[in-house]
């Protein structure tokens, strides 16, 4: 068993990637074709995450690679981006069958290594694609209530920003919701604007620690 004292000891990603690859903290492991533990720059400054991988992200081990990566793809490409200048991932490091949701368990066992990936990478911004990873953080949101909202909160020792998008996947078969996440995410290169002007005009001061959505709103950067 991989214990969570091993995953906070990784110096890298590439450790936490031999570490998922021996990973049996739930079952997934024996189903799973590929590990799927994330991609990127591991100095990104925006880092996008996930659910959890689908079945062509279980083949290819790679997050967000059929037709809803296609369009998150597209989206940060609309930016002037490439993938290779992001990071992303998902909270599960293994497919659910059947692409299940997945159980609390699950999520619980993989949370470690997602704490740690951010530790390391220590994105400016951590922008949620759907319900299911904003849930992770936080559970009393709904997103179609702050859909589009950037807020700040402590984790991990820091003050770090969060922005909430409805997932790629939804948005595909949704005309007016496909529009709305594309109008939500070109506001990703003003927040980062927003956040190094905060940063240099205050670099001392912290967050504080939002628990309910009136909070959050009082928190909101953009």
């Known amino acids: 068993m991989i214990d969570e004292t091993l995953i906070n000891n990784a110096k890298s990603l590439a450790d936490l990637e031999d ?24 100095h990104a400054e ?6 959890a991988p689908g079945k062509d992200e279980d083949l290819q081990g790679e997050p967000f690679v059929g037709a809803a990566g296609k369009f998150l ?14 990071y992303i991932a998902n909270v599960l490091k293994h497919r659910p ?21 951010i530790e390391i990478i220590s994105p400016k911004l951590i922008v949620f694609l759907g319900r299911h990873s904003m849930a992770r953080f936080f559970p009393t949101l709904q997103i179609s209530k702050v859909h589009g909202q950037a807020f700040r909160k402590e984790f991990l020792g820091k003050s770090q920003v969060f ?14 919701m496909r529009d709305t996440l594309k109008n939500d995410f070109q506001k990703i ?6 956040i190094d002007e905060i940063t240099a005009s205050k670099p001392s001061e912290k967050a504080t620690t939002p628990t309910n959505t009136e909070q959050i709103k009082q928190e909101k950067l953009f």
């Open 19 to 42: 570490l998922i690859a021996k990973c049996e903290r739930c079952l997934l492991y024996k189903t799973k074709t590929k590990d799927v533990p994330g991609i990127g720059n591991e």
């Open 46 to 51: 925006v880092m996008f995450i996930g659910e």
């Open 73 to 86: 793809t597209e989206m940060i490409e609309d930016l002037g981006w490439k993938r290779s200048d992001v």
């Open 97 to 117: 069958p059947n692409n299940r949701d997945p159980e609390p368990s699950e999520a619980d066992a993989c949370w470690p290594y997602l704490k740690r990936q």
């Open 163 to 176: 922005l909430a998008l409805y997932h790629p996947a939804a948005a595909l078969y949704n005309g007016g």
């Open 189 to 194: 290169p003003k927040i980062l604007d927003k």
